[in-house]
């Protein structure tokens, strides 16, 4: 296996990583197969490329490839190329329009004098452009413009100066926004969460297994239990099958990102001690008490609005009837660069059945609204199949202002909520009414503290200070 460097797109740069799948294991078998299931089971948090890095006979190498997991690694697996070693880290990369390939896919690798060092990340580094330029100024060369890679040179300096736990410490002093990492420094693995817990960072046990994973649901995949989630400001030290906090470094606020409940994760995983499927039950039942619509059926968005839509026509006792068929083989249209190819990708993607809508007073759940493309053309959809009624419910705020750590919503002029009343977005999507979730019925129904969640997106105002944004709460590490 060729030790792979990254390659630079000097067409588009690279931007930071996104909501990207990690993947860490230290066993006393071969991990390749089991981290390659696990990036499977993560799929959803990345589809553009994937790669794996593993440590063996004194050396850390890497796979990258494009597309899917299963059918990028389908050459290596077939022909039983696959790295020995026992100890590696998976990344599944979760690119915007344009780079949908291995560029910038992790994990990054680096040789250092402590060894190879590779590294994988989800999340988003808001200094990153700042230490990039410090860094180049002290001679660090750059192949990428990603936040994975300034980091991973951070670390790499700030290790060599003071060693493995006072340097992370001091990088992680420095670094400021998302990120949940899976670490190598030759065959020892560190799982590392920023101070605000952003990035869910889970770790669990299969046999002679350590895992460290972006969701439980990639621990359970290949039998393993799980042990507890990485504290946000933990590092923790994995090596010879022991699991040792180095520290934890306090954030007096916690950040998780509600996104992850609301639409990201997988609902058969528990983040942060909360299952996603449960938010989401009681995203739908509170939806349903703030904002119920008389109609004849209620129909989900097919995936992505299917547990919201169940519990709002439960609560109501309505009936729940799956008006949309979904081709499970269709691209991912969120991404797509021009609202054109999206609309042309959303019909190939869903279908009405012509005896659910036709005629009928339709309830239509959705998860979120971030630019509208797909429930303009999921109404009109519906209308042309039939739909007397269609009333609008989303089991989310509005979204009205950037995320910043690793949400692929950037820009305030993509979201069709700013500024506008909910009559105004009803008229634009060409529905006959149209209602959100309040901010209180979302942080009631994940179940936590407001003071524990990121609502940046909904509010403009950020837990980590953003030039140009609002702060909401002012903060400093404590140690
Ligand atoms: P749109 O309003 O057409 O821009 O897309 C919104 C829909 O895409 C939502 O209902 C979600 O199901 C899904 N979605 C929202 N945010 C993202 C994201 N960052 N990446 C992929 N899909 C998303």
Not at 409 to 416: A, E, L, N, P
């Amino acid at each position: 296996m060729d030790f792979q460097l990254q390659d630079y797109d000097p067409i588009n740069g690279l931007k930071p990583s996104e909501n990207c799948a990690v993947v860490g294991i230290c066993g006393k078998d071969p991990v390749f197969l089991k981290i390659y299931t696990s990036l499977r089971t993560l799929q959803h948090r990345g589809q553009e490329a994937s790669g794996v890095a593993i440590y063996d006979n004194g050396k850390i190498n890497a796979i990258k490839v494009d597309g899917l997991v299963h059918e990028g690694f389908k050459p290596y697996i077939e022909k039983g190329l696959t790295p020995k070693g026992i100890v590696g880290i998976g990344h599944n990369r979760y690119s915007t329009a344009g780079m949908k390939n291995i560029t910038g896919a992790g994990p990054f690798l680096i040789s250092t004098a402590m060894g190879d060092m590779a590294i994988s990340h989800n999340g988003e580094i808001t200094n990153y452009e700042i230490l990039r330029d410090e860094l180049k100024e002290l001679g660090v060369p750059f192949v990428t413009k990603t936040d994975t890679e300034v980091m991973l040179n951070l670390l790499a300096r700030t290790i060599r100066q003071r060693g493995i736990k006072n340097g992370i410490k001091s990088s992680m002093e420095i670094l400021q926004g998302a990120y949940s990492v899976a670490l190598m420094i030759g065959e020892r693995m560190y799982a590392i969460r920023d101070p605000k817990g952003f990035r869910p960072l889970i770790l669990g046990k299969s046999g002679n297994d350590i895992i460290v994973a972006s969701e439980s649901a990639a621990i359970d995949v290949v039998g393993g239990k799980v042990i507890r989630d990485v504290q946000p400001g933990e590092v923790i030290e994995i090596f010879n099958g022991e699991i040792t906090t180095l520290f934890t470094l306090r954030s007096q606020r916690i950040s998780h990102c509600m996104f992850e409940y609301v639409y990201f994760a997988r609902p058969d995983s528990i983040i942060d001690g909360t299952e996603v499927y449960n938010s989401r039950y009681q995203l739908g039942t509170n939806l349903a008490r703030e904002a119920p619509a008389e109609a004849d059926v209620v129909i989900p968005v097919p995936d992505s609005g299917r547990t919201q839509a169940l519990s709002y026509a439960s609560e109501l006792k309505m009936e729940y009837s799956e008006g949309l068929f979904k081709n499970r083989y269709s691209e991912r249209t969120f991404i797509m660069p021009g609202n054109m190819e999206r609309d042309g990708a959303v019909k190939l993607k869903l279908n009405p059945i012509k005896s659910v809508v036709n005629g009928k007073r339709i309830v239509l759940v959705d998860d979120s609204i971030v630019r509208g493309t797909t429930m303009k053309r999921i109404v009109s959809l519906l209308r042309s199949f039939g739909a007397r009624e269609i009333h609008v419910r989303i089991a989310s705020p509005k979204i009205v202002a950037p995320c910043y750590f690793g949400v692929d919503m950037k820009t305030r002029d993509q979201f069709i909520a700013l500024n506008k009343t909910d009559q105004q977005i009803c008229d634009e999507v060409g529905a006959d009414s149209l209602a959100y979730l309040s901010i209180e019925g979302l942080i009631k129904s994940i179940g936590m503290d407001k003071k524990s969640l990121c609502i940046g997106c909904l509010t403009g105002e950020y837990p980590v200070k953003i030039l140009g944004e609002k702060e909401d709460v002012q903060t400093t590490l404590e140690f």
